[in-house]
């Protein structure tokens, strides 16, 4: 009657147990494309559980009835397609929406019966026939081209396939390789093989058995069949082909790695006497300390002040050694880093904060050095240097003051002097107004001092100092000072490529020269000058006519040739 199956990977089925008492069945003779179908069915029962085909030995027909899941049965599991329609019964109705699918003949695949023809180079031609093999061998010499040429067909019509090639077998080693054919659409084939094509272990063979493989995808049967034998002759005047040693794949022999031995310690004598030398140095460090003026006294007050920065900067020292210590007896580098960063971190921020602890009471002074101890009773002590006391200002003149006052000399050079100026920590008895007289610096056009009245002098603090913008040294190294500073303005302006609109007022020693070039040399006008070196108007002429400034070379040096 008819069958309703599924088809399933293997990759997908899975027996949960009972896969032991299936037995199997199988045959070709009732089977359409004539591949051997074998049943598995339950040795208990007699169920067919699943069919496998060997034309898809990678899958398994199971029968739907087989499914205990009712709604898989009308959803994934309906037939789509009905094949071998021809065979049902006229009272039953094909499957609704399934594919209807007609039994046909399948084709296969074999040679043409022309022109199948097999030459060598010695002019010898061989008609291959489907399915027969050539009685005689084909003789390959040293020099021998063979060649095959066929037209493959597919049933009755003459077509591509997708594989068509020559397998060649050595009959004593079972070895075999096989050479693909040149086929183009229409079906013909070509194939050329000589000596060099071989492997080396062919070579040194007698007799090669070559057949023929043509298939494809689809349902057609494919090709293989005996084509011919080929003997080998071998150049006798050439060495015999070398056959190389065939790559094997296995377990390589054992390696046996050679360690260095472990570090050893080295004997206590070196230990205690490293121990020793690092210990002595502590007592030369704590003297080194104290010498330098370490004062213990604060140690309470530097706690009390900030005891979380001071007591964690010491710690994390205690810390750091500790590390040393572990990496040295058992810890290794990625262990001691970690820690290490963590650690030194601490310090830094610790002893920042501390150190700025102690710079602040240093400055508030509140770190000198501890005073002496008095000497204990009835010890003499040393004698010192005598100190005199400072003198006291006097409301009264005595007799040394009247004769200072009356000393011409003294009072002419006190009046050549001038007044000093006073900082800002000056004694209220001073009698100097720092308003009284301008400062030397601010003073430019004020050629004469205008005389005070009695009442003017009483009311700047009895001022009896003369006013030093008479004085003409001051006044001499004030304007000097103020044209330096103008000059070096104009020339950073020059350098830094600034432009003043009224043009140049100072020159160097370098500008001076190149204006005497362009004036009396080149014989350039002033306006020409100041207008291409961009100087002030009437700059040039203020440094005389020509002739009255000019280079000195060396002959206008005096003894210049006793250089």
């Keep these: 009657m008819f069958a309703s199956n599924f088809i399933i990977a293997n990759t997908h089925l899975k027996h949960l147990r009972g896969q032991g008492n299936l037995k199997t069945f199988g045959q070709s003779h009732t089977i359409a494309s004539k591949n051997t179908m074998t049943n598995y069915f339950c040795s208990t029962c007699g169920t067919l559980m699943y069919r496998i085909s060997s034309g898809f030995p990678d899958m398994s027909i199971l029968r739907i009835g087989t499914v205990d899941d009712f709604q898989l049965q009308e959803t994934k599991l309906r037939p789509r397609v009905e094949q071998f329609i021809k065979d049902r019964v006229s009272w039953l109705h094909g499957v609704e929406a399934a594919g209807q699918i007609h039994a046909r003949k399948l084709a296969t695949f074999g040679i043409s019966s022309e022109k199948n023809l097999v030459l060598s180079s010695h002019d010898a031609m061989f008609e291959l026939v489907e399915n027969k093999a050539l009685p005689e061998p084909i003789v390959l010499g040293a020099s021998d081209t063979l060649k095959l040429v066929l037209t493959a067909k597919e049933g009755k019509k003459a077509t591509r396939p997708h594989q068509a090639f020559l397998l060649l077998r050595e009959p004593k080693s079972n070895l075999d390789t096989s050479f693909p054919l040149s086929v183009k659409e229409s079906g013909k084939g070509k194939l050329e093989l000589s000596h060099r094509d071989l492997p080396s272990q062919f070579l040194r063979s007698k007799t090669l058995s070559a057949s023929l493989v043509i298939a494809s995808f689809g349902t057609s049967k494919p090709y293989r069949s005996p084509a011919f034998d080929i003997r080998i002759e071998l150049d006798p005047s050439a060495p015999p082909p070398s056959v190389e040693k065939p790559l094997r794949y296995g377990k390589l022999p054992e390696i046996h790695h050679i360690f260095r031995p472990d570090p050893k310690s080295p004997p206590k004598i070196i230990t205690l006497?490293?121990?020793?030398?690092?210990?002595?140095?502590?007592?030369?460090?704590?003297?080194?300390?104290?010498?330098?003026?370490?004062?213990?006294?604060?140690?309470?007050?530097?706690?009390?002040?900030?005891?979380?920065?001071?007591?964690?900067?010491?710690?994390?020292?205690?810390?750091?050694?500790?590390?040393?210590?572990?990496?040295?007896?058992?810890?290794?580098?990625?262990?001691?880093?970690?820690?290490?960063?963590?650690?030194?971190?601490?310090?830094?921020?610790?002893?920042?904060?501390?150190?700025?602890?102690?710079?602040?009471?240093?400055?508030?002074?509140?770190?000198?050095?501890?005073?002496?101890?008095?000497?204990?009773?009835?010890?003499?002590?040393?004698?010192?240097?005598?100190?005199?006391?400072?003198?006291?200002?006097?409301?009264?003149?005595?007799?040394?003051?009247?004769?200072?006052?009356?000393?011409?000399?003294?009072?002419?050079?006190?009046?050549?002097?001038?007044?000093?100026?006073?900082?800002?920590?000056?004694?209220?008895?001073?009698?100097?107004?720092?308003?009284?007289?301008?400062?030397?610096?601010?003073h430019r056009d004020n050629d004469r001092h205008q005389p005070q009245s009695n009442a003017d002098r009483n009311n700047a603090n009895q001022n009896i100092f003369p006013n030093p913008a008479l004085n003409p040294a001051l006044t001499l190294l004030s304007r000097r000072s103020e044209l330096a500073q103008e000059a070096e303005a104009e020339f950073a302006r020059v350098r830094y490529g600034g432009d003043d609109k009224e043009g140049r007022r100072f020159l160097d020693v370098v500008k001076i020269r190149e204006i005497l070039v362009m004036r009396d040399e080149r014989k350039m006008p002033e306006e020409e000058i100041e207008r291409k070196l961009g100087l002030q108007k009437g700059l040039v002429e203020r440094l005389g006519g020509r002739g009255v400034i000019r280079e000195a070379g060396l002959g206008d040096v005096k003894g210049a040739g006793e250089l």
């Excluded at 900030?306 to 580098?333: C, K, R």
């Excluded at 040393?382 to 009264?396: C, D, F, I, K, L």
């Excluded at 002097?417 to 308003?435: C, D, I, K, R």
Aim: aromatic share 8%; charged share 10%.
């Design 273 to 442: 006497v490293f121990t020793a030398a690092v210990l002595a140095t502590l007592p030369a460090l704590a003297y080194v300390w104290l010498s330098l003026g370490a004062n213990l006294n604060h140690t309470s007050k530097a706690f009390g002040s900030s005891p979380l920065s001071h007591a964690a900067f010491f710690l994390s020292i205690l810390a750091m050694e500790g590390i040393f210590l572990m990496y040295y007896a058992t810890w290794n580098l990625f262990q001691t880093l970690p820690a290490a960063t963590v650690v030194g971190l601490v310090i830094f921020l610790s002893g920042s904060r501390a150190l700025r602890e102690v710079q602040d009471r240093r400055l508030a002074g509140l770190r000198n050095a501890p005073s002496q101890r008095p000497p204990p009773a009835g010890q003499p002590t040393a004698p010192g240097p005598t100190v005199h006391p400072e003198s006291q200002a006097s409301g009264s003149r005595d007799e040394a003051i009247n004769l200072d006052a009356s000393d011409p000399d003294f009072a002419r050079s006190l009046r050549s002097l001038g007044p000093v100026q006073p900082s800002s920590l000056f004694s209220n008895s001073s009698t100097f107004s720092p308003g009284a007289a301008p400062s030397p610096l601010s």
